[in-house]
């Protein structure tokens, strides 16, 4: 938690008067990957579990596959470089701009999306919302800085892996990370995330065979367009009771149980 | 409107059963910005505004200085391509990754930023807090969507030009589009932002000799630090009646009047 905040005193400022207090924000780090000595990237990070970004981030591009591919990962918070060295250097195909500046045609990277996703996975309307409420209260650095994102890899019956970022494809990026680190399989899971999903966010997860994606948030016209193309379901505004199943809504079944 | 939204008939799911409703949701565009012949970046936006996007987009990146040395911007909505071309062609620094993939140090573009923003604008909290509600108010497509950011340029009198977008970065970069298409001096100006402030969102605003930025949300370690070295006042965190001034807390002034 150290290494993710940073506190300042700062003037708090309300009708009762001017009071300075302590105020915990979210830092920023500077990553730069290097991948076979080739600067590829630089993202704006939290500094923390940053093999996972690395990792997940390169997966993500299609710059690997998997972990047997990765000779070495060399980290060096000093200078924020990590270093990766892998057996096969793939065709970097220089679509390599995060977030707001996808290159590339309104479908980006689909063409790496093979199929639909067939998978039978469902989930009922209490495991989504039972889900959803731990997901909310587990994000530490969220509580105390409220400025970053959250993301989690979950089964129907709880989170399996939880993550936090200033950016909210780092957060993804990372759980992506730290399952092929550690030889996770991502078929059939879920993924929760608290920003809204962009066509960017739901390549990520339709990449890994993820059938269903939870958001906070809302998704855009693309990404709706495209999980009905790939037979994604996505979930988005999970309030109160209360859910907007945006696409393939036969994965959700409304039963408690 | 009809442009930065679509409707999509969807599933909602409640304690009470399920019903089709329709939902609005935000469009998500790729607009590719090709600069004297030569493609620059694709950058996915909401649909409206794009050649102030476009103008504001090149002015943050240091690629075009004024409204003078533009000679042509043709865009084609159906390419999703916006072609700008200007009298003198400024070297591309390579520097163009926004959002979360960032490159350079931890002080992106601070060279650009010649000195301290020495302006004495001060403005009262009871000004704030109605330039707020004001801008909560304003933002047609997040009340139907939820899923855009907005951002305001402001006298302290109230909001002059108001934006959004999908993307926290390209609603302020269509601000200073739009101010330098017509002609608008920043200065001595005010920010509101709906996203948390990063160093990226901070360098933009300083750029602009804009003193002081608001945001309902809340800056990164390195903001707050930046905003330090040029004099420039952070408010954040705006809530009811509380606000937390970050930075140079001499313009918030607390009378209300």
Not at 48 to 68: C, P, Q
């Amino acid at each position: 938690m150290a290494d993710a905040t940073e506190m300042f005193t700062i003037l708090q400022v309300a009708e009762e008067g001017r009071t300075n207090i302590e105020a915990v924000v979210a830092r920023e780090f500077s990553l730069t990957i290097i991948l076979n000595n080739r600067e590829l990237v630089t993202l704006l990070c939290s500094p923390i579990n940053l093999e996972y970004l690395a990792v997940g981030f390169l997966s993500s591009e299609g710059l690997i596959k998997g972990k047997d591919e990765i000779k070495k990962i060399v980290l060096s918070e000093e200078q924020g470089v990590i270093r990766v060295e892998t057996e096969e250097d793939r065709d970097f195909t220089g679509r390599l701009i995060a977030s707001s500046g996808a290159r590339g045609a309104a479908y980006p990277n689909i063409v790496d999306v093979q199929s639909q996703i067939m998978v039978k996975t469902e989930i009922s309307a209490s495991e989504v919302l039972a889900l959803v409420e731990d997901f909310e209260h587990r994000s530490p650095i969220y509580r105390v800085t409220g400025g970053v994102h959250s993301a989690a890899l979950c089964s129907k019956d709880g989170i399996l892996i939880f993550s936090e970022d200033i950016g909210r494809h780092n957060a993804i990026d990372k759980i992506f990370g730290e399952c092929i680190l550690k030889d996770t399989s991502t078929a059939e899971r879920i993924i929760i995330t608290s920003g809204r999903i962009s066509s960017e966010i739901l390549v990520k997860v339709a990449k890994r065979d993820i059938p269903i994606i939870i958001s906070l948030a809302v998704p855009t016209d693309v990404a709706v367009r495209l999980a009905t193309d790939l037979a994604l379901t996505i979930i988005g505004r999970v309030r109160g009771k209360k859910m907007n199943v945006y696409t393939e809504g036969w994965r959700v079944i409304a039963e408690n149980t």
